[in-house]
């Protein structure tokens, strides 16, 4: 399947999960999932404190490509990253239906509309802390790309946290230049705030690099910036090979960008780069490899010297 007609099909997907295309908070009745054995997830968070904070971003690929072989995988990354904080793009129904059953999912809130687990726009976010709010938003551009943002509280302030996946075509510049405007604007108000997603462009490309806020920190490049951290690896993957745009090369799409006086970058690594099936590069978890980050208290805040969650 060559990568336009992938966007098609994953189009048809994420419609299925997007809800009015008016700039609404709600979703119609009956098109969210309720998650099986969800846990009072304020009991666990114990004042909303924590010395450290993990997030990951995942594209997890809405076409039911090699399901019963590639999705047990892929859930055990994101289930065995325990990070407190998971942003998910292309979630399509069938995905959320098997996200719902599984165990690990009761230790998470997770953003909801009327109520239930819901993707809209196939964007999704869990969080080990409570849920204070959540809302999403249509951007601008052909491919009605959605943003979801949930607002979560750690250590007495307000985190908002984005999930998006912004337009895929390689001449979309401008387009995702536009979209990352709308998406900081609704970030602006926040104390805190992190966006975790597929930005769909590479390190240096512009226009879009340029309205990267110069007050955001994006972790790979903080932490590893001498490594390129591919997460749209087609030398690596087939998956992305085939399904990559004439002339596209591997590209570090997938990024987890902070603004915070109160968290600075402690680490960040690749994950789900592991073949499904060991020594063959056919099939992995998903077509892009995810970002796990950790951020640590800033020197000066009052959880730099170490206080246990809870504590």
């Not at 968070?45 to 997890?60: D, E, R």
């Not at 869990?126 to 949930?150: C, D, E, H, N």
């Not at 984005?162 to 609704?186: K, N, V, Y």
């Amino acid at each position: 399947m060559n990568k336009m007609l992938l966007d098609i099909v994953i189009n048809a997907l994420m419609l299925a999960t997007m809800w009015t295309m008016a700039p609404s908070c709600r979703s119609r009745s009956g098109e969210g999932i309720p998650a099986q054995g969800h846990e009072d997830v304020a009991a666990r968070s114990v004042g909303g404190q924590a010395t450290t904070l993990s997030l990951l971003t995942y594209n997890v690929l809405a076409d039911p490509l090699a399901v019963q072989e590639r999705v047990p995988r892929l859930l055990e990354v994101i289930g065995e990253s325990k990070a407190d904080v998971v942003a998910l793009q292309e979630v399509a129904p069938w995905f959320l239906e098997l996200l719902a059953r599984e165990a690990w999912i009761g230790e998470y809130d997770y953003s909801r509309f009327d109520g239930a687990m819901a993707a809209p726009g196939g964007q999704l976010i869990l969080s080990r802390f409570p849920i204070q709010a959540s809302y999403y938003r249509v951007l601008p551009g052909p491919q009605r790309r959605t943003v979801v943002v949930s607002t979560i509280a750690v250590n007495g302030r307000s985190i908002a946290i984005a999930t998006t996946h912004l337009d895929s075509p390689l001449e979309s510049g401008p387009t995702r230049a536009e979209q990352l405007d709308a998406i900081f604007g609704m970030l602006e108000p926040a104390d805190e705030a992190i966006l975790a997603g597929d930005l769909n462009f590479g390190d240096g490309e512009e226009p879009e690099t340029s309205h990267l806020p110069s007050s955001y920190v994006d972790l790979w490049l903080n932490l590893a910036g001498g490594m390129p951290g591919y997460t749209w690896n087609i030398e690596a993957s087939d998956m992305a090979r085939l399904t990559s745009f004439p002339g596209e090369p591997s590209r570090r799409l997938d990024r987890i960008i902070v603004r915070s006086v109160e968290w600075v970058p402690g680490a960040v690594s690749i994950v789900g780069d592991s073949p499904v099936h060991p020594g063959s590069k056919d099939l992995f978890p998903s077509d892009h490899f995810g970002v796990l980050g950790v951020l640590k208290p800033a020197r000066g805040s009052a959880f730099h010297a170490g206080c246990p969650r809870g504590g």
